[in-house]
């Protein structure tokens, strides 16, 4: 299993954009896999090939109605290991010793 | 006010990093700033000066160990706007007319 | 066209990593898709299917050795747009009015 | 040592960018430090202070006329190396045993 943290950002629809991050959205969350919005990006798990799915999926959304598209992607990609949205952030926090704001 | 988007990541550690993550998180914590853990990195939200001046202490931090550090990240910067860490996420959710998860 | 700018890691392997992003080079070189090497990632060119399929064999050739991989890739997508691997350096030196280091 | 890779993109200007971007690579020209623009973004090599003190020049700048900026940025840093941005290429070439497109 793998992390992709990823943004999509259209380049000329002017300086705001939720309403095509609201798009990006609305497919992952119907994708069925597992993710977490935070406020710069969505982390999602799964199979490689799934991800790239989804990836290729938000980006046909956004280039029908767009010029030109900006995507950030990062993968974190761990042999024999699921669960790592939650896994990782709680490991994070046993080394510290401390609760951090999520 | 700008939202920072970072991870900072030793290369001579081998595969395993929470133990280096959670440093940079204690720092982070202590700092001040408002922030949200994600399970790929960390956004914090402050003036310009202050985000390069965390920036700058994680680094300080983990170069006393490590011999070659991966850094990655990025800002948003927007005039007028503070409290986006909540505020973003509220705009996409309302855009879309769902809650998603977080 | 797009550009995809991208990076691949394997954490597994020590602070010295040439080795791997050589067998990486030698994938995209052998690809067939225009490409420019700098001294942090690489850039293509080609349609977004090409691109992913590209990323992928890079992927599952680092996957066979090592256990954690870390992959960080940008996209600028532009419709009706080829060649820009060489036209945007261009149009940004026309634009300064000199030459830059390339 | 560190590289520092960047690119900074105003959110607020349209699809077009090339008068933005020759911008900051002509401060980035003018700095001193060695640099490679490629065309997704620049890398410049130099110490922590010299990097950061380069990044907030250009942002200084952009801010000047724009709403909303989005910067991204990659940092290595390794310690007692220097000529990085020609070294790191190089040495690539040769664990591959072929030239590639710079």
Redo the contacts between chains.
């Keep these: 299993m793998a ?1 992709m ?1 990823f943004s999509i ?1 259209p ?2 629809k ?2 705001g ?3 095509y ?3 990006a ?2 497919i992952i ?1 119907d994708s069925g896999l ?8 969505t ?1 999602v798990e799964g199979e ?1 090939d799934e991800l ?1 799915g989804l ?2 999926k938000c ?1 046909r959304d956004q ?1 029908k109605d767009s ?13 024999g290991v699921s669960g ?3 896994r ?2 709680r ?6 010793g ?1 609760r ?3």
């Design positions: 992390l943290e950002m380049l000329d002017g300086a954009l939720s309403e991050v609201a798009r959205l609305t969350d597992d993710y977490r919005l935070n406020p710069m990006g982390v490689w790239l990836l290729t980006y280039e010029g030109r598209i900006i995507i950030q992607a990062k993968f974190d990609c761990r042999k790592a949205l939650d990782k952030i490991s994070v926090e046993e080394k510290a401390r951090f704001k999520v």
